[in-house]
């Protein structure tokens, strides 16, 4: 299985900045897609960045709302995948979570997740 751990979380004023990252383990080798979620209560959880392939060339998509303000970026040989924020709003405030997709081929399952951590931006 695809082990997935968020940290980067905390407090921030409304136009800062924050960056995520996600240490991604176990077996990793039909991952396909990397990508960040969030949540928060009483909503569904919602997609906000997403990298697909590898290295420098993997294609990217973005929320609207984070377009211009959010940048993910997958490295392969740290195993990571950053979220890295700025021009922060109260919006934003959710829970953030790490996500893999591994091909059907793969032994991992399709989706896997981490815990999360939580971002919260005041005005």
């Known amino acids: 299985q695809v082990q997935l751990v968020e940290s980067g979380g905390g407090l921030v004023q409304a136009g800062g900045s924050l960056r995520l990252s996600c240490a991604v383990s176990?077996?990793?080798?039909?991952?396909?897609?990397l990508g960040w979620y969030r949540q928060v209560p009483g909503k569904q959880r919602e997609l906000v960045a997403v990298?697909?392939?590898?290295?420098?060339?993997?294609?990217?998509d973005y929320d609207d709302s984070v377009k211009g303000r959010f940048t993910i970026s997958r490295d392969n040989v740290k195993n990571t995948v950053d979220l890295r924020m700025s021009s922060l709003k109260p919006e934003d405030t959710a829970v953030y979570y790490c996500?893999?997709?591994?091909?059907?081929?793969?032994?991992?399952?399709?989706?896997?997740w981490g815990r999360g951590t939580r971002v919260t931006v005041s005005s």
């Open positions: 176990g077996n990793t080798v039909g991952i396909i897609a």
């Open positions: 990298v697909r392939g590898g290295g420098r060339g993997g294609a990217v």
């Open positions: 996500n893999a997709k591994s091909a059907p081929w793969s032994a991992a399952d399709y989706d896997s």
